[in-house]
């Protein structure tokens, strides 16, 4: 089993859309959680950390699940220039350095 | 502005050459990390380093060197050892602290290397 698995689509969708995008990890002693988003060819950029309460930024929500071990992210509204690849991203801490494990990415297209 | 930067961005080698990427960041980071990502993979770990004149193995170390000379700098060289070494590489740089912000990582552009 992967330790971060997510869809990989694409998810095309109408823009004004809601999608939402889950992912599952394995390891249970994980313990921060992001989303990133990575435009093609670029290099990934922080989109929101995942709080256990569960987080918001404007048309962007993300939940984490620890019992099931999963995290979510939800976008409302959708932009075309929301069309990108959204990576999860796992954290587990070591003892002495943390170790970031990446999913392989859910791609979203945005359509008119 | 601070920021994390690479160079360059596009890089031709050809097979047997050893090949030096750049890093650095004036973001004031402790912690600086190499990645490589290829098509369809997640991103995978080569190398990090927590402080100045310390770096560890990542999950593919085989093939690449690093060194942490300065705080601001941690360049990469891929040698001729690598065997797949054609791929899209990130450098990434974090703070260190109990701050669950702290485990949060910036990417700098990143530079692809083709070799042939």
């Known amino acids: ?112 | 502005d601070g920021g994390i930067t690479q160079s360059p961005k596009y890089l031709f080698r050809k097979e047997g050459q050893n090949v030096t990427l750049s890093c650095e960041q004036n973001l004031n980071h402790d912690a600086m990390y190499w990645y490589r990502q290829d098509p369809g993979q997640g991103l995978r770990l080569i190398y990090y380093s927590q402080i100045v004149n310390d770096f560890q193995k990542g999950d593919i170390a085989e093939g690449y060197s690093v060194s942490r000379e300065k705080k601001e700098s941690f360049p990469l060289t891929v040698t001729s050892a690598q065997k797949n070494p054609t791929a899209f590489y990130l450098c990434a740089s974090r703070i260190r602290g109990d701050d669950p912000r702290a485990y949060e990582q910036y990417f700098g552009p990143g530079t692809r290397l083709t070799v042939t």
């Open chain 1, 1 to 112: 089993r992967k330790e971060v698995e997510q869809d990989p689509g694409p998810f095309n969708v109408p823009e004004g859309a809601t999608v939402a995008f889950n992912c599952t990890y394995s390891n249970s002693a994980s313990q921060s959680f992001f989303w990133y988003r990575q435009d093609c060819r670029k290099e990934p950029k922080l989109l929101m950390s995942v709080y256990s309460s569960g987080n918001e930024d404007g048309r962007f929500t993300a939940q984490l699940n620890r019992a099931s071990q999963y995290i979510s992210l939800l976008i409302r509204d959708s932009k075309l220039s929301d069309s990108a690849t959204y990576l999860c991203v796992v954290t587990l801490f070591t003892g002495t350095a943390s170790k970031l494990t990446f999913g392989t990415g859910t791609r979203l297209q945005v359509t008119l």
